[in-house]
């Protein structure tokens, strides 16, 4: 339930926030429609901290701080899109990928994560063995004991970095003409079949790619504390851990 809250809060409170404002403005003064975006300095500061004191959960407080980022980001976004639909004519055309979400966008959904994290945490766990089984290590079981944790958290929370890149490219489509009508074209696509365009698979592999390269760097820090490993065996369970645990399933088309 706190988590909920946690998520939920946020998100409802960004959103009435954008809203009034846009109400307020109508048209007017539109770069203050922005401001509600000033409370992502929050999650933002504390996630940095978190990541500096380096305590035992610090991965969880990450976590815990990118979720409520995730939130205002997607309020504000849901606030400043409705308002925009206020602002235009009525238009008849009905695109089918606002009804139709991407696969990214559910890790935006606490109410998701039940399903993600054990899928995860059973992927993370196997990946992990079979790469200590490969460099033919004798005390898997002990690494496994100290890292399983970590390599659940923060794989979770590099697959959710990749999905705000991904979110905030998003954003871009609000932009004016050309630059809008593109990005638009580009994300259209993309959230029905990120095959169908090359734009659209190479936005999509993007936010895979950007969220691999956390995985490595998180696990890369995450090992340091694992005495059992050295710098060649952290490096290639990290790399191993990056390649194959990085969110593919964000290139999930939903129609073909």
């Known amino acids: 339930m706190e988590l909920l809250l946690l998520f939920w809060g946020p998100l409802v409170a960004t959103l009435a926030l954008t809203l009034l404002i846009g109400r307020l403005t109508k048209g007017r003064l539109q770069g203050l429609i922005l401001l509600p975006l000033g409370f992502l300095a929050v999650p933002l500061a504390e996630s940095v901290y978190e990541w500096l004191q380096g305590d035992f959960?610090?991965?969880?407080?990450?976590?815990?701080?990118?979720?409520?980022?995730?939130?205002?980001?997607?309020?504000?976004?849901?606030?400043?899109?409705?308002?925009?639909?206020?602002?235009?004519?009525?238009?008849?055309e009905v695109k089918l990928y606002n009804v139709l979400l991407p696969i990214w966008i559910l890790y935006f959904f606490p109410?998701?994560?039940?399903?993600?994290?054990?899928?995860?945490?059973?992927?993370?766990?196997?990946?992990?063995?079979?790469?200590?089984?490969?460099?033919?290590?004798t005390q898997k079981k002990e690494v496994l004991k100290k890292l399983w944790w970590k390599f659940w958290l923060l794989g979770f929370l590099a697959d959710f970095v990749g999905a705000v890149f991904l979110f905030g490219f998003w954003y871009?489509?609000?932009?004016?003409?050309?630059?809008?009508?593109?990005?638009?074209?580009?994300?259209?696509?993309?959230?029905?079949?990120?095959?169908?365009?090359?734009?659209?698979?190479?936005?999509?592999?993007?936010?895979?790619?950007?969220?691999?390269?956390?995985?490595?760097?998180?696990?890369e820090r995450a090992m340091k504390s694992c005495t059992l490993l050295d710098g060649r065996q952290r490096h290639i369970v990290a790399l191993t851990m990056a390649i194959v645990t990085a969110p593919w399933t964000f290139l999930i088309p939903l129609y073909w």
Not at 66 to 77: E, F, S, T, V, Y
Not at 111 to 137: E, M, R
Request: a positive charge; glycine letters at 10%; aromatic letters at 12%.
């Open 111 to 137: 109410q998701v994560w039940i399903i993600t994290l054990p899928g995860n945490l059973l992927i993370d766990c196997a990946v992990l063995l079979i790469t200590l089984a490969v460099l033919k290590h």
């Open 57 to 92: 959960f610090w991965e969880l407080g990450v976590l815990l701080w990118a979720m409520i980022g995730g939130a205002i980001l997607l309020g504000w976004l849901v606030g400043w899109r409705l308002c925009r639909r206020k602002e235009r004519a009525v238009k008849r």
């Open 172 to 219: 871009l489509s609000l932009l004016p003409d050309p630059v809008g009508s593109w990005v638009d074209s580009i994300i259209s696509q993309a959230f029905l079949n990120p095959f169908r365009t090359l734009p659209g698979f190479l936005y999509t592999l993007a936010g895979v790619v950007i969220a691999g390269v956390c995985i490595y760097f998180f696990d």
